[in-house]
């Protein structure tokens, strides 16, 4: 799969996604996920994605491939400066990548998250899932949730976490939910706003991300079930911690946009 955006419609390969205020538009031979505003209490997002009405099973990809992304966004990544004074950052979610779908199946049912993606969030989102990274930011992220031992992780997890709310301590929790998530995380340290080149190698033993050439994480025992490929920006926020808070909801913005030059998903 190859997709330069310079044909004057959207290739019908893609299923589009726009809803409140988010639109796609070709602009300057590029795919611009955008939107005008976002309010508080109303989802809006502008999204393309492949796996659009099928069966989990029958979801386009699986290792060995390699994807390459040409991607920018008109805002930076939010800081912890930024995001105590309501600065300039890109508010929401939003990135590029493979998943299981497991929050909306379409005859499906509800399922783990399995993910293989470059992933931004903002704040209020706080997704702790690996011990000593932050719960936001602009990440080269993995989460294999569908495996025998995550099962077995829960119990102790509860547990865990049951014992952070009462004394404070809430590391034996972190180190319990990376062990039910099986995630994976490194913090890119790029200007969003600039174009930069990203690539997974997804293998069935290992996936490498990379960012301009460079190598940004490497994980082992990677999922082999088929994902779907999906890129998108919205304005929704998640607080997933070891104290147990489990929270979801959306946030205001005014004008952004996450834009795509190029698509390559070459199945090896």
Known sequence: MYD??????????????????????LQDSALRMQFASAQQGQYTDAQIDDYGGRNRKD???????????RARSSHPVATLASSAEEGNYLRGTAGFGFWNYPFSPRGDILMLPEAIWFFYASPPSNMALVPGIPGWGWKAQFVHSMRPCALVSALPLAVTTAYGLVTGETRPAS??????????????????????TYMIDWQKRKADFWVDGQLALRVFQPPIRPLGFVAWLDNQFAIVTPRGRFRFGTVNSGPQWFEIDSILISQQ
């Not at 979801?59 to 992304?69: A, D």
């Open 4 to 25: 330069d955006f310079t044909s004057e419609q959207l290739n019908q390969y893609w299923i589009q996604t726009c809803i409140g205020n988010g639109t796609l538009q």
């Open 59 to 69: 979801f386009p990809w699986r290792p060995p491939l390699r994807m390459e992304v």
């Open 175 to 196: 180190r319990w939910m990376q062990r039910v998530t099986g995630a994976r995380e490194a913090i890119l340290d790029v200007d969003m706003t600039d174009w930069h």
